[in-house]
């Protein structure tokens, strides 16, 4: 049996390049751009789980359970450090953090394709099937937490001077 990538494949993949090489730069965002970008992913990512598993309990579970746990450890790991409050948005340093956390939503959504595609047994395992759903959670959930420090940065009080 021969299988064959879907076209959107490399278009898809070189957007999330080009978009993670973006957010390698210093920028001011607005804490709203945050909460959007956050807000498609953590909807792509349950998208991708559902879509797979049909909603199946323990993969609902297990997909919440990766984006809280990412979010409960999120400003350590995926929110950058020096967050500056200036007028209209957040100042952010440069991160490859959101590359890796894009890629990691696209590999774990090419991963389950393939597999499902090809016809791997594994696919219908119950373990594979948590352990693909608690990955899908984890980059949605470091993007709400990068979110939630943007919106904590821009309604912090202004420093005094």
Not at 93 to 99: A, D, F, R
Not at 126 to 135: D, E, K, P, Q, V
Request: charged residues 10%; contains cysteine.
């Amino acid at each position: 049996m021969t299988a064959t990538a879907p076209l959107w494949i490399a278009p898809v993949f070189l957007g999330l390049l080009a978009a993670g090489a973006a957010q390698a730069r210093p920028r001011t965002v607005r804490p709203r751009a945050g909460a959007t970008v956050a807000g498609a992913l953590l909807l792509v990512s349950l998208w991708g789980m559902v879509s797979a598993f049909r909603g199946e309990a323990a993969t609902l579970a297990a997909w919440a359970l990766g984006v809280a746990g990412a979010f409960a450890v999120g400003g350590r790991v995926f929110v950058p450090h020096g967050l500056a409050r200036v007028d209209g948005g957040v100042r952010m340093p440069g991160s490859w953090t959101p590359l890796a956390l894009m890629m990691g939503i696209f590999a774990v959504k090419c991963l389950l394709g393939f597999a499902f595609a090809l016809g791997w047994p594994v696919a219908h395992d119950t373990w594979f099937r948590i352990l693909a759903s608690f990955a899908l959670g984890i980059p949605s959930g470091g993007f709400v937490a990068r979110a939630v420090a943007l919106h904590r940065c821009s309604a912090a009080p202004a420093a005094m001077a």
